[in-house]
């Protein structure tokens, strides 16, 4: 992207010409008000672009309003450095989904960009602002993007909320980190983010929603013993314990699983030998556990130690990981009443050096 080092040009020839195109616009609305409803999505474009055109005869802009062809962002430009995001709705209000976050379509040279909204419900009416006043959150479609929304409050934006200016995020190799981790600050317990789950992930997303059922076994037998490694909760017993990791399923894996709890509790208990003692009554769940474990530790060995802080919810390091995800599953486990005649914690550090 190259970015101009100019401050604005013709800044006050530009505001005039905006009001005078807003006006012009309004008053096209008022007199053909059928005309200018048909002039939906893309149409509106070249309209908007032949009025500007009009109006900036006589002005530092006459000759310079271009329209942009193709899939490019913004829609119109004016002197290779003022831009207009042409938006339209059919419905009677001000908001729709605007462009990408990222931005990798923008037009070189464009530094200053305004929302032009058409709202072609009765009473038509057209409405101007500043591309970076009107963005109130970040949405996600097949990526993410912005929310528009003409009536938004000064102070409101979603630039204001990560408290970072639009000109400054978007000029940053990745955009979506800081939005990212805005949306995880406000996350409410059992909550994830759909589709951008770490900001750093280079995992693509999956197209094709999974039945578990359809799933092979090698396929199963891995995702069962990520969920052990990651959401250690599943060894307590809170009555949601296996919500996050049923989440986990879906926006990171794209796998749907009717029955998540079955998957670790499902068989009763049975009888498991340490070191030569056997220890009776063990929860599947635990069961589960110790027969996964080399699987499992290779799990929590590869994962880098900043990817188990975001699943565990808590500090860890590179060396203490393992001896970390040892601690968490035995406080989960000390929560059983099924298991309160297990020391866990000891078994698995038995298990681990024998």
Request: a neutral charge.
């Amino acid at each position: 992207m190259i970015i101009s080092a100019n401050s604005d040009p013709n800044k006050i020839e530009f505001d005039s010409l905006l009001s005078s195109t807003i006006s012009e616009l309004n008053d096209c609305a008022n007199k053909s008000p059928k005309k200018v409803s048909s002039l939906s999505g893309r149409n509106l474009e070249p309209f908007v672009r032949d009025v500007m055109t009009e109006l900036a005869v006589g002005t530092p802009f006459e000759n310079s309003i271009e329209l942009i062809s193709g899939q490019k962002f913004p829609d119109i430009v004016a002197k290779k450095y003022y831009g207009i995001e042409v938006k339209t709705t059919t419905q009677n209000h001000w908001k729709t989904t605007g462009n990408s976050v990222l931005e990798t379509t923008r037009v070189d040279d464009v530094e200053r960009i305004f929302m032009l909204f058409a709202k072609l419900a009765k009473p038509i009416e057209f409405r101007c602002r500043p591309y970076e006043e009107v963005l109130s959150e970040v949405v996600v479609t097949h990526s993410p993007r912005y929310l528009i929304d003409m009536n938004l409050e000064d102070g409101k934006t979603i630039f204001d909320k990560i408290k970072l200016p639009y000109d400054t995020l978007r000029k940053k190799d990745n955009p979506i980190k800081p939005i990212v981790e805005f949306y995880k600050s406000k996350l409410k317990s059992g909550e994830e983010l759909w589709w951008i789950g770490h900001e750093n992930d280079e995992k693509a997303s999956n197209f094709i929603i999974k039945i578990w059922n359809n799933l092979s076994n090698s396929e199963q037998q891995n995702l069962k013993v990520r969920g052990m490694a990651y959401f250690p909760e599943i060894f307590g017993n809170s009555s949601d314990k296996f919500g996050r990791l049923a989440l986990w399923f879906v926006t990171s894996e794209s796998v749907v699983c009717p029955n998540v709890r079955d998957l670790f509790t499902a068989g009763g208990k049975d009888i498991y030998a340490i070191k030569g003692k056997v220890y009776h009554d063990i929860p599947r769940v635990f069961m589960n556990l110790f027969e996964n474990l080399p699987q499992i530790i290779e799990t929590i060995i590869s994962t880098p130690a900043i990817e188990l802080v975001d699943y565990w919810k808590t500090s860890t390091t590179e060396k203490s990981k393992l001896f970390n995800w040892i601690e968490l599953v035995d406080t989960e486990a000390r929560k059983q009443r099924k298991a309160k005649h297990l020391n866990i914690k000891r078994m698995l550090t038995d298990l681990i050096l024998r």
